[in-house]
């Protein structure tokens, strides 16, 4: 049996239309809100170090429009075509819906390995794709706000923000037309870990739900937990970091190179670190060199997190998988097929659109920070510490015993930008999961949570439509 070529557009479609018949909507605002509202396909030349000339392919989408911004990364991959970033577009759209983050969905891509591109040739790549996206009124802070992706990160964000504010003078919002920028140029603290913390916050709290971990056979919480993280990039790095602060063991670590196990459990920074130095993740320590990093997937362990590209866990692999929890960092790591074969073998599959929702969220928290134009925390910091410091004097005095330092300082602290940025993933990451698994368990007949999440996002979607007015 092999997969049934579906393209990744068509996947995501084939996931909505499944979800769509626990709803009660009109067909039309179906279709509306299954459909990428605009495309915006570019090709534009670089010349590159050596004087020669590159003809870059680009794309923005922009799936949907009942909210403004549109909202979503930009990616830099060898792979990117337009059915790929319209499907990532689509996933945004239902991934802010689920998490209440107020935008539509969009995605950006540019076909090319930025490996292979001298910083100052992505420079000028990224310089002059924003150009493209101001020509045609695709970027701004009230239309589309990009973010990083697969590929970019703070660096390309800076350089877009550059190229708008130096295209736009004057206009005061003008920081808020992309997020993930560096904190130096109005990023907020938190957005580079964000998207790990959430994947950390969203299956904490799935394993913390004793019906559900009673159904699969495991105990609840994620301490002590064997987990196997593909992918080391941004976002595979920060999940296991947080699962290993958390107690859990992290049993297998996967890099394109290849893939390590330990089922003692590895340390996340001394691999890193490893790789870093050695160029490569395998040969760390006495932990056992797996040849393919697809090999990784197959490991004994509790939670498997695909965290780096799609398609990943197929036909061929999925029968293997010996995972009870799959936690979908990356985006669409699941062919069609594959999420049917781990959802017969009682796999739950927590699904990509939600569970990675905590970028997006805290680049909405960035969004908001450009807008009001002051430091989450700067107001209230000071007066809570002082009004904290005054209750824990009287407690004192009242009780004739003094606190120690430590608890004494826990108490005192006011909160800093970083405190509610997390404070706010965590309230945001948690609701959403507990929303999710509420209409799983009201209608046993949803198949799946991915099901699940899709069933809450298309009522969030086909409600903010309808209250729009355009389908009375
Ligand atoms: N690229 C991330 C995602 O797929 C973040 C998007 C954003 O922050 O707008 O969700």
């Known amino acids: 049996m092999s997969d049934k070529h579906y393209s990744f557009f068509g996947a995501v479609e084939k996931s909505f239309d499944k979800?769509?018949?626990?709803?009660?909507?009109?067909?039309?605002?179906?279709?509306?809100?299954?459909?990428?509202?605009?495309?915006?396909?570019?090709?534009?030349?670089?010349?590159?170090?050596?004087?020669?000339?590159?003809?870059?392919?680009?794309?923005?989408?922009?799936?949907?429009?009942?909210?403004?911004?549109?909202?979503?990364?930009?990616?830099?991959?060898?792979?990117?075509?337009?059915?790929?970033?319209?499907?990532?577009?689509?996933?945004?759209?239902?991934k802010c819906a689920i998490v209440n983050v107020p935008f539509g969905g969009g995605k950006g891509g540019i076909k090319i390995n930025p490996r292979e591109y001298s910083p100052f040739e992505l420079e000028k790549i990224t310089r002059r794709y924003t150009s493209e996206l101001i020509k045609k009124k695709f970027?701004?802070?009230?239309?589309?706000?990009?973010?990083?992706?697969?590929?970019?990160?703070?660096?390309?964000?800076?350089w877009i923000l550059d190229t708008y504010t130096t295209m736009h003078p004057g206009e005061i919002d003008a920081a808020g037309c992309v997020t993930?920028?560096?904190?130096?140029?109005?990023?907020?603290?938190?957005?580079?870990?964000?998207?790990?913390?959430?994947?950390?916050?969203?299956?904490?709290e799935v394993c913390n739900m004793p019906e559900v971990?009673?159904?699969?056979?495991?105990?609840?919480?994620?301490?002590?937990?064997?987990?196997?993280?593909?992918?080391?990039?941004?976002?595979?790095?920060?999940?296991?970091?947080?699962?290993?602060?958390?107690?859990?063991?992290?049993?297998?670590?996967?890099?394109?190179?290849?893939?390590?196990?330990?089922?003692?459990?590895l340390d996340v920074d001394e691999v890193f670190n490893h790789r870093k130095t050695s160029g490569s993740i395998l040969n760390f320590r006495t932990a056992t060199n797996l040849a393919n990093n697809t090999d990784a997937l197959e490991?004994?362990?509790?939670?498997?997190?695909?965290?780096?590209?799609?398609?990943?866990?197929?036909v061929k692999n999925a029968p293997n998988v010996k995972a009870k929890i799959v936690g979908e960092a990356a985006n669409g790591p699941l062919t069609p097929e594959a999420d049917e074969i781990l959802t017969a073998k009682g796999i739950i599959v927590v699904p990509d659109m939600y569970l990675n929702a905590g970028g997006v969220t805290v680049?909405?928290?960035?969004?908001?920070?450009?807008?009001?134009?002051?430091?989450?925390?700067?107001?209230?910091?000071?007066?809570?510490?002082?009004?904290?410091?005054?209750?824990?004097?009287?407690?004192?005095?009242?009780?004739?015993?003094?606190?120690?330092?430590?608890?004494?300082?826990?108490?005192?602290?006011?909160?800093?930008?970083?405190?509610l940025v997390y404070s706010g993933l965590e309230e945001t990451m948690v609701t959403a999961t507990r929303e999710i698994m509420n209409e799983w368990?009201?209608?046993?007949?949803?198949?799946?949570?991915?099901?699940?999440?899709?069933?809450?996002?298309?009522?969030?979607?086909a409600t903010s439509y309808a209250e729009l007015g355009i389908f009375p």
């Open 19 to 94: 979800a769509a018949k626990f709803t009660k909507w009109d067909p039309g605002i179906l279709e509306q809100i299954k459909a990428c509202n605009a495309i915006y396909s570019m090709r534009f030349p670089v010349k590159r170090d050596d004087g020669t000339i590159d003809v870059i392919e680009a794309y923005r989408v922009q799936h949907s429009h009942h909210k403004a911004p549109c909202k979503g990364g930009i990616r830099f991959a060898a792979e990117v075509n337009q059915d790929e970033v319209m499907a990532l577009a689509a996933l945004m759209t239902y």
């Open 139 to 158: 970027i701004g802070p009230g239309t589309d706000v990009p973010a990083p992706d697969y590929g970019t990160g703070e660096r390309e964000m800076a």
């Open 180 to 204: 993930g920028k560096p904190v130096s140029q109005g990023g907020v603290r938190g957005r580079r870990e964000a998207t790990g913390l959430g994947v950390f916050f969203g299956l904490r």
């Open 213 to 265: 971990m009673e159904r699969l056979g495991m105990t609840v919480g994620v301490e002590g937990k064997k987990i196997v993280v593909q992918g080391l990039g941004n976002v595979g790095y920060h999940t296991a970091k947080f699962f290993q602060d958390a107690g859990a063991l992290i049993v297998g670590l996967a890099e394109y190179e290849g893939a390590i196990y330990d089922e003692n459990g």
């Open 299 to 314: 490991q004994e362990c509790d939670i498997l997190i695909p965290a780096a590209l799609e398609n990943v866990i197929n």
């Open 363 to 419: 680049s909405y928290f960035e969004w908001l920070k450009n807008l009001s134009h002051v430091r989450y925390g700067r107001m209230e910091k000071r007066f809570n510490e002082n009004m904290n410091a005054h209750i824990v004097t009287q407690m004192e005095g009242l009780s004739g015993k003094k606190m120690g330092l430590k608890e004494k300082e826990y108490i005192v602290h006011g909160a800093d930008e970083v405190d």
């Open 441 to 461: 368990k009201n209608d046993p007949s949803i198949p799946d949570m991915r099901t699940a999440a899709y069933v809450v996002a298309i009522n969030k979607v």
